[in-house]
């Protein structure tokens, strides 16, 4: 009988849920803001607020479904949320094939996805932590990153390929169809999840909202994590439209070098995250959490010396290369280390937390660069972001504790 908590049995499943949902996801990327612009005839402020506020008031709706999700089994909540994301998703297509589609349909339902994503990543988590044993969730978590940025790196060339051979809701139907497979993955997997169980009220309360924040700022070492997660993601983001801006723009590059210099360096990712296992059995998963979590902070200053031709693309792709690689060793130990730190009982709200939390910081975070881009020019707001990232190992926790399980060997191929 295959053990359902082996990362070969039941997470074999998981695996491939995530592997086909991210690949729909990545195929679909600015999906919408093209159709936006190729079918509705939208302007800027348009695209912006659909990229801006879709993400955002999603954000804010899954606040109370983390709570909610907490007391109740993970794996029907995460294919709920598949098959919510794939109704909406199809919508679109059948708007655009029946003449009816609007903007205003465009951004509802990208709050819905945003939501339900928000409420499967939070549950995903629980789950991963359920069918692996403590001791391989290194080893799981670095599978997770590696698909992620192949996905990344893929994703994106090929949806745009896709949509001038067959129209601009073509990535989106695809993207609708992988959050179907997705969710006939997470019905595969194999044993019966326990039934979550409550000791409070059988009701949501308004108080319980919060616990997920609480718990994070109550534990020092999640605390710093947390904070230093926002601070970096939300710095490194908010360079990309300065970034696209100063190439394509001032500097001249044609759109198809902009996507090389991005797509190269993913495969630094992939290298990072396979790597992650091996760097922890040999260093300790303290040593290598600071020494990545340090080193993808230091990249980013060299993005504000970008400029033309050759030398320029090679520094964008030398620094994207740097950034990616330590961002592939540096999540799945961040990612092992918060699941390692939460008790099962605070897990989805924990990462609903987190994971509203780092959404809303990353749009505001951008929103608050274009404005200063705009006073001070794409160049001077990118080195300000550079400087700022340097401070950032400075939130890092300086201890993590222990983990319950005993460190795992170096993984084989």
Same mark, same amino acid.
């Given at each position: 009988?295959?053990?359902?908590?082996?990362?070969?049995?039941?997470?074999?499943?998981?695996?491939?849920?995530?592997?086909?949902?991210?690949?729909?996801?990545?195929?679909?990327?600015?999906?919408?803001?093209?159709?936006?612009?190729?079918?509705?005839?939208?302007?800027?402020?348009?695209?912006?607020?659909?990229?801006?506020?879709?993400?955002?008031?999603?954000?804010?709706?899954?606040?109370?479904?983390?709570?909610?999700?907490?007391?109740?089994?993970?794996?029907?909540?995460?294919?709920?949320?598949?098959?919510?994301?794939?109704?909406?998703?199809?919508?679109?297509?059948?708007?655009?094939?029946?003449?009816?589609?609007?903007?205003?349909?465009?951004?509802?339902?990208?709050?819905?996805?945003?939501?339900?994503?928000?409420?499967?990543?939070?549950?995903?988590?629980?789950?991963?932590?359920?069918?692996?044993?403590?001791?391989?969730?290194?080893?799981?978590?670095?599978?997770?990153?590696?698909?992620?940025?192949?996905?990344?790196?893929?994703?994106?060339?090929?949806?745009?390929?896709?949509?001038?051979?067959?129209?601009?809701?073509?990535?989106?139907?695809?993207?609708?169809?992988?959050?179907?497979?997705?969710?006939?993955?997470?019905?595969?997997?194999?044993?019966?999840?326990?039934?979550?169980?409550?000791?409070?009220?059988?009701?949501?309360?308004?108080?319980?909202?919060?616990?997920?924040?609480?718990?994070?700022?109550?534990?020092?070492?999640?605390?710093?994590?947390?904070?230093?997660?926002?601070?970096?993601?939300?710095?490194?983001? !908010?360079?990309?439209? $300065? *970034? &696209?801006? #100063?190439?394509?723009? %001032?500097?001249?590059? /044609?759109?198809?070098?902009?996507?090389?210099?991005?797509?190269?360096?993913?495969?630094?990712?992939?290298?990072?995250?396979?790597?992650?296992?091996?760097?922890?059995?040999?260093?300790?998963?303290?040593?290598?959490?600071?020494?990545?979590?340090?080193?993808?902070?230091?990249?980013?200053?060299?993005?504000?010396?970008?400029?033309?031709?050759?030398?320029?693309?090679?520094?964008?792709?030398?620094?994207?290369?740097?950034?990616?690689?330590?961002?592939?060793?540096?999540?799945?130990?961040?990612?092992?280390?918060?699941?390692?730190?939460?008790?099962?009982?605070?897990?989805?709200?924990?990462?609903?937390?987190?994971?509203?939390?780092?959404?809303?910081?990353?749009?505001?975070?951008? !929103?608050?660069?274009? $404005? *200063? &881009?705009? #006073?001070?020019?794409? %160049?001077?707001?990118? /080195?300000?972001?550079?400087?700022?990232?340097?401070?950032?190992?400075?939130?890092?926790?300086?201890?993590?504790?222990?983990?319950?399980?005993?460190?795992?060997?170096?993984?084989?191929?």
């Amino acid at each position: 009988m295959t053990d359902r908590r082996s990362p070969d049995g039941g997470f074999g499943w998981l695996w491939a849920a995530y592997a086909v949902s991210a690949f729909g996801t990545w195929l679909a990327f600015d999906a919408f803001a093209l159709i936006a612009v190729l079918v509705l005839d939208a302007g800027t402020t348009e695209v912006s607020v659909l990229a801006a506020a879709g993400v955002a008031v999603g954000a804010v709706v899954a606040v109370p479904l983390g709570p909610w999700v907490e007391f109740r089994r993970k794996r029907p909540v995460m294919i709920v949320a598949d098959l919510v994301r794939c109704a909406a998703l199809l919508s679109v297509p059948v708007a655009y094939t029946l003449g009816l589609l609007g903007f205003p349909q465009l951004l509802v339902v990208s709050v819905v996805v945003a939501a339900a994503g928000i409420t499967f990543q939070a549950a995903s988590g629980a789950c991963l932590k359920e069918i692996v044993p403590p001791e391989s969730l290194l080893r799981a978590n670095g599978r997770l990153e590696a698909t992620t940025w192949t996905a990344t790196m893929l994703g994106p060339p090929l949806g745009t390929a896709a949509i001038g051979l067959f129209g601009p809701v073509t990535s989106v139907l695809a993207d609708a169809v992988s959050y179907l497979l997705s969710a006939l993955g997470i019905r595969a997997i194999p044993g019966r999840e326990a039934r979550a169980g409550r000791t409070g009220a059988p009701r949501l309360r308004i108080g319980e909202l919060a616990d997920g924040w609480r718990f994070i700022l109550a534990d020092p070492a999640l605390r710093r994590l947390f904070l230093n997660t926002l601070a970096v993601n939300g710095l490194i983001m !908010a360079t990309s439209p $300065l *970034l &696209a801006v #100063l190439m394509l723009g %001032r500097l001249g590059f /044609a759109p198809w070098q902009y996507g090389l210099v991005f797509a190269v360096p993913c495969l630094g990712g992939l290298i990072g995250s396979r790597w992650s296992p091996r760097l922890v059995a040999r260093f300790g998963r303290r040593r290598v959490l600071r020494t990545a979590g340090v080193l993808r902070a230091c990249w980013l200053p060299g993005l504000a010396f970008v400029g033309p031709g050759v030398p320029g693309l090679l520094t964008v792709m030398v620094v994207e290369l740097g950034i990616i690689t330590c961002m592939g060793v540096f999540n799945p130990v961040f990612a092992t280390v918060r699941l390692d730190l939460t008790p099962t009982d605070r897990l989805v709200r924990t990462l609903s937390a987190w994971s509203v939390s780092g959404k809303l910081a990353v749009a505001a975070t951008t !929103a608050l660069w274009r $404005l *200063l &881009a705009g #006073l001070t020019g794409p %160049r001077a707001a990118l /080195a300000l972001a550079g400087l700022l990232a340097l401070a950032t190992p400075s939130l890092l926790p300086r201890t993590v504790r222990a983990s319950r399980a005993v460190p795992e060997p170096a993984p084989g191929p």
